[in-house]
């Protein structure tokens, strides 16, 4: 009988993730080869361990594919539409801080919050021809915190999957979604974050499953596993 960890084969949260198992007491040995996706672990009987992309930990965690994960707390929120019903944080892990912002252009002087982005986006259709554009590859933290936090209801997503913040300057978007820890990067591109507060202030989590069907002994399992990351704050 086992239980099943996802964690990132690649990436910024990979080598903490792997240091924060160890701190409670799980190794996990390197793939046996590079392609592999699953890798043996040694400190806690039952269980094995996946190799996958943060993303991926989200969508299989939603799908219950898998019994735990660790990933940004972004991805558990843009991939699951009830993470509450679907997953449960079982613990912040302390890496992998970044924030979910909105950001436009510096030279909109009179833009510094939502509210006033909401004027922007009211009047952007009588002045422009056309709705306040949006690029992002979060859809759905944008949609809830424009539409249902803000009540805007005049803007287009434009979907991105890279280089987003580039979308102002290349003329396809107006304004963006986005992760930024440093700020450096949309430094760099004339961009400002309004002054509200954050869509999201995200970490890597450890996260448990709720979709996943167990049996009695795995749920012993499961508990013994959580309680490896008791001492840690626990999410919402
Ligand atoms: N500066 C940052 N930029 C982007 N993501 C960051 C940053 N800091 C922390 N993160 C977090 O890292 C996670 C994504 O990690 P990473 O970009 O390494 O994944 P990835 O391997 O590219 O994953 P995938 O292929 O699934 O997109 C997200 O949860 C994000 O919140
Ligand atoms: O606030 P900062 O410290 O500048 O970090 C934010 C940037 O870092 C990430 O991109 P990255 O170049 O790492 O590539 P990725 O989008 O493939 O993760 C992210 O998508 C932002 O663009």
Known sequence: MTITLGIPSKGRLKDKTI?????????????????SYRTSVT???????????ASEIARELRDGAIDFGVTGEDLIR??????????????????????VVVA???SWVD???????????GAF??????????????????QSHFTRLHGIQSYRIVESLGATEG????????VIVDITSTGSTLKANHLKVLNDEPILRSEACLVKSKSRRRSD????????????????????
């Open 78 to 99: 843009e991939s699951i539409p009830s993470p509450g019903r679907a997953v449960e944080i079982v613990a912040r892990l302390g890496f992998g801080h970044a924030d």
């Open 217 to 236: 002994a795995e749920e012993l399992l499961v508990g013994d596993f959580s309680g490896r990351f008791g001492g840690m704050a626990p999410g919402a």
């Open 125 to 142: 259709r009588a002045r422009h021809g056309r709705r306040l554009r949006i690029a992002t590859k979060y859809w759905r933290l944008t």
């Open 43 to 53: 400190g806690f009987d039952g269980l094995e361990v996946l190799l996958l992309s």
């Open 167 to 174: 979308a102002p300057a290349a003329g396809s978007a107006d």
């Open 111 to 121: 833009v510094e919050t939502m509210d006033d982005l909401g004027d922007v986006a």
């Open 104 to 106: 436009v252009p510096d």
């Open 19 to 35: 240091e924060t198992l160890a701190g409670a007491g799980i190794t996990v040995e390197p793939a046996a080869n590079a392609r």
